[in-house]
Each structure stands twice: as C-alpha cells, then as structure tokens.
C-alpha cells in the first residue's frame, strides 16, 4: 500500500454493489429479476451468438491484435475510416486511457456533477485534479443532466479532458447536439471533449443527435460507444472509441496488444451486422420505457426523463432500507447513493415480465 502511487493510494476499489453470485444461488433464475447494471433484457443477436461458437476451436491462438475485420466492420457502419477507430476492453477501458494519456498530476479533467463514475476514477488513476461542474437544477426539463454551460465555465487552462456521457448514467438525461456544437466552439484545441454514447442506441428523441456528425470537423472530439448495452455483450467486453487518427494512434499505443478477445471480435462484428435485432431491441425497449416510467409515474414517484434503458427513479426519502428490501425479495436495483444521490434508485428496463415483477414488488414494499 504504501509503495502505491498518491493518486493510486486515493483510489477506492470499484464497488459493484450487490454479490450477483450469492444471490443467484440464492433465488430460482426464475425469481431473481436483475435490473441493476443496464444490461440488454433481451439479450443478444442469434448471430453473434453463432459466431462466439465458430471460434472456439481457434481459442489456442492469440486474437488478431488490430481487430482488423471489426474496424473495417464499424468504419463501413459509421463511415469513417478505419484508422479513425480504436477497440477497447469495453469502454471503460479507452475512458481510462484517454486519462492516462492526456492527464496528469498538475492538469485537470472536468466532469459534471452525476455524470459516470468512471471519468472520477480515470482522473484520479492519472492523478489529475478532477472539477465537478454544477449540473442542471430541479426545476430544469433536463433536471441533474449536464449544464454544458456550466462545463465550459469550469474550463481552465489547466484543462486537458471534458467527459461528457450523452444519454448520461445514472441520470438517463441526454443534451441536444447544438449545446455540444455552443461547448466545443469554446474549448480550446487542446482540450479533449469526450462523449460518451454508450446508450446512444437506444435514443429515440430526434433531438438527442449523436456527437458522430460533428467528428469530422473537431480534431479534439472523441466519441466512445459500447457492444455492452443495445448489442447486449456485456460479458464479453467490447467498446470503441472514434476519433481523429492521430489521436486514436495515441490511444492505440497504450492499449495491451490483445485486449479485445477472439469471441468478442467476432460476437461483436456479427451484432454489428444484424440491424433487424438491433431495430427490435431498441423498439421493446423504448416502449418498455415508456410503460415503466408511467406505471412509476403513476405511483407518484418521480422519474427522470430517460433515452436509456434504465431510469433514475426519486423516492422523495432515503432509499437505502427501499433497496435492501427489494433486493430481499429478488429485484435486484441499483443504489446511487454515492452519486450524492440519496432518495434515487437506478432501474434498468426490463422486459414486460421482469417490468410486472419488478411493479407488483415495489407495490408490496412500499406499503
Ligand atoms: N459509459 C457509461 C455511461 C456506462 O454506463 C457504462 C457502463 N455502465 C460504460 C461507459 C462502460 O461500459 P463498457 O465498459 O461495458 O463498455
């Protein structure tokens, strides 16, 4: 411990908030309803799945290191060019390596307040001093989204990375394009503004564009995406970042020569193929969406506005004996206390039967 980096001694160990393990062995698959971590109800394209079974007699080779077939893959889907793509190990990966490469002790990385854990965790590995930006208030139609405003008011020039998460976890909130075109016209050049979209499939508001249009026009823009959440590969861990080719030259030198393993390059070029899934998915899931937040709507529970496939839910009390009580009885939800979000949970969106389950639970608890 003590011959452990400063920055590294201040770090605290990701907590993943509930013991999946125990509590699979505990209830029946049937009765555990998990709706904790934004995973994919639905699970993942048949073809992605066929294509993990055809390479499991090559598993005694190392992956391709440059993941070749599925950059080109994604460089035809997103039409950019391959040299514009860097795969990670989710993407949580490529948000820590942007830390590691363009912070340091003595610079600083902006966030704003409720934004994703991870962009704190990548400062702080970095040893750069993180600066919370105040979020949007109650009374917002965006309330605790990103005040982009706010971001570009934090900005110093010490500031080398703004991450931004656009629909944002764990406040489902999204921001329209034009704020991000208003922010990167007042960046300076040498300040990264990375958004990351790793719920970008699942938007349906025409007005939440992607961050991809403006790439090409923003040498300091990353974009990060995910096979995670709509792609629904959470397991196998596959996440991309799009950016100008130099900087993804930069990223692509730090990253270990193998992290994206030869399952998730072929499970993730075959989901990037079956748009028919894709379609559907995000089709259940908007009008899940939907259903979910008017029936917590409903109960007189306030809900967040959300373009996910989770949403952030204010019991107006301390929700922590709420959750121990759900969790009791298989509904498996998130805390965002250490959000500074005390009276919230975070629930992903289930399908129609984990969504009733989830109801009918709630109902009996909150009585
Ligand atoms: N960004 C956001 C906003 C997320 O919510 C998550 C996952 N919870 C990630 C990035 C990381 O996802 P992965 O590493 O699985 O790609």
Redesign the pocket.
């Known amino acids: 411990e003590r011959l452990a980096t400063p920055a590294v001694r201040a770090l605290r160990a990701y907590d993943p908030g509930h013991d999946l393990v125990a509590l699979r062995a505990r209830f029946a698959a049937t009765e555990l309803v998990e709706l904790g971590?934004?995973e994919n109800a639905y699970g993942p394209s048949p073809a992605a799945r066929r294509a993990v079974l055809d390479v499991l007699n090559t598993l005694h080779r190392y992956p391709d290191p440059t993941g070749a077939a599925l950059k080109d893959a994604l460089a035809a889907h997103h039409g950019v060019e391959r040299a514009a793509i860097v795969l990670?190990?989710?993407?949580?990966?490529?948000?820590m390596l942007l830390a590691q490469a363009f912070a340091a002790p003595g610079l600083e990385v902006v966030a704003s307040r409720y934004g994703?854990a991870?962009y704190a965790l990548a400062a702080q590995a970095a040893g750069a001093t993180l600066r919370l930006a105040e979020a949007l208030p109650a009374g917002h139609a965006m309330p605790r989204g990103h005040d982009l405003d706010a971001i570009a008011a934090a900005l110093t020039p010490a500031t080398r990375i703004v991450y931004l998460?656009n629909?944002?976890?764990?406040t489902g909130t999204w921001f329209p394009l034009d704020a991000l075109r208003a922010l990167l016209r007042r960046v300076a050049d040498d300040v990264l503004v990375v958004v990351?979209?790793?719920?970008a499939e699942f938007v349906t508001a025409a007005e939440a564009g992607s961050a991809l249009t403006l790439l090409a026009d923003h040498a300091n823009l990353v974009v990060?995406?995910?096979?995670?959440?709509a792609y629904a590969l959470?397991g196998l861990?596959?996440?991309y970042a799009l950016a100008h080719p130099q900087l993804a030259a930069v990223l692509d030198r730090l990253r270990e020569s193998f992290n994206v393993n030869t399952p998730a390059l072929a499970a993730a070029a075959a989901a990037l193929g079956d748009a028919e899934h894709l379609a559907w998915v995000r089709e259940r899931n908007a009008e899940q969406r939907e259903a979910l937040a008017g029936a917590l709507a409903a109960r007189g529970l306030r809900v967040a506005p959300s373009q996910?496939n989770f949403l952030l839910v204010d019991f107006g009390r301390d929700a922590a004996d709420l959750e121990a009580r759900l969790v009791a009885r298989g509904v498996v939800v998130r805390p965002v206390g250490g959000y500074g979000l005390p009276t919230c949970l975070r629930i992903s969106i289930g399908t129609r039967d984990e969504n009733r389950r989830l109801l009918t639970i709630l109902d009996e608890v909150l009585q």
């Not at 990670?88 to 948000?95: D, R």
């Not at 990060?224 to 959440?229: A, E, H, I, L, N």
């Open positions: 971590a934004n990670g190990n989710g993407s949580h990966e490529l948000l994703f991870v998460a629909p944002n976890n764990p990351d979209e790793a719920y990060t995406r995910t096979f995670s959440k959470a861990r596959v996440g996910t």
